[in-house]
């Protein structure tokens, strides 16, 4: 127990706790911690990569223009619906276990609560805070149910209990974003027939390619031109080898 004039200079547990949970971020700082970053930046590169792969491997066989356009939008629908469907399952599959998880703890501290407040003393003392400072601060979370609770989930499982995420925008940020890059590849057969469609594919896949590696150098401070290049080279290095096999095996 803290002597009276301790007690007066320990902050109140919800002062303490609620901003480290809760920082406002300056505006330097960008909100990344939610995957959605690489959730968009995989979506858009793998429908240009994989269009684009797709595209050409049917115009290296030559068999018409219908086709390979047939072809360029069944796999902008097709992969589409793949990665939503991906992302989809995996997230429901994640939140589901979250969900559980969180219960499990709601039930402990109205079941054990001495030993959840050991417990999360036990955390801010490994967290380097004071012993009495952290007696303290436990045995003021433990009075809201919710803070506790909340406190448990991000200390435990590295998740707030009412930001564990939504299956369907993620499925559905995962189709539009496969669906953006699909489309560049698959522009030039959607608008024209005059046997010059493939080249075009390739310049537009291109400069998309310089772009989306451009923008994750812009982005992570890791070299806008080494990441324009290296997204160029893997996706060129796919086509190429897919047109090859389009070309031997319709040849």
């Known amino acids: 127990m803290l002597p009276a004039r301790a007690q007066d200079q320990v902050p109140d547990a919800a002062s303490y706790i609620e901003p480290m949970a809760n920082v406002v971020h300056d505006e330097h700082h960008r909100q990344i911690a939610g995957g959605w970053v690489r959730a968009g930046i995989f979506g858009i590169s793998d429908g240009l990569v994989t269009n684009i792969s797709l595209i050409l491997g049917f115009a290296g066989a030559n068999p018409g223009h219908d086709v390979v356009r047939l072809a360029g939008l069944a796999g902008l629908i097709a992969g589409g619906f793949s990665m939503a469907t991906g992302e989809y399952l995996s997230m429901r599959a994640q939140k589901e ?59 435990e499982l590295g998740v707030d209990p ?90």
Do not use: C
């Open 162 to 251: 009412s930001a564990t995420g939504s299956p369907i925008a993620a499925a559905l940020s995962s189709f539009l974003a496969f669906a953006m890059g699909a489309i560049i590849p698959l522009l030039p057969w959607l608008f024209t027939s005059r046997g010059s469609e493939a080249p075009w594919s390739i310049i537009f896949s291109a400069v998309a390619s310089v772009a989306i590696g451009g923008s994750i150098g812009w982005f992570t401070h890791r070299g806008v031109v080494r990441w324009a290049l290296r997204q160029t080279l893997i996706a060129a290095v796919a086509a190429g080898v897919t047109y090859l096999v389009g070309r031997a095996v319709g040849g």
């Open 97 to 155: 276990l979250l969900e559980y998880e969180i219960e499990v703890e709601r039930k402990s501290l109205a079941e054990s609560p001495e030993d959840e407040q050991r417990e999360l003393r036990n955390m801010f003392v490994a967290r380097g805070i004071d012993d009495e400072l952290a007696e303290r601060l436990s045995i003021d979370l433990m009075r809201d149910p919710d803070l506790a609770l909340r406190t448990h989930a991000r200390e």
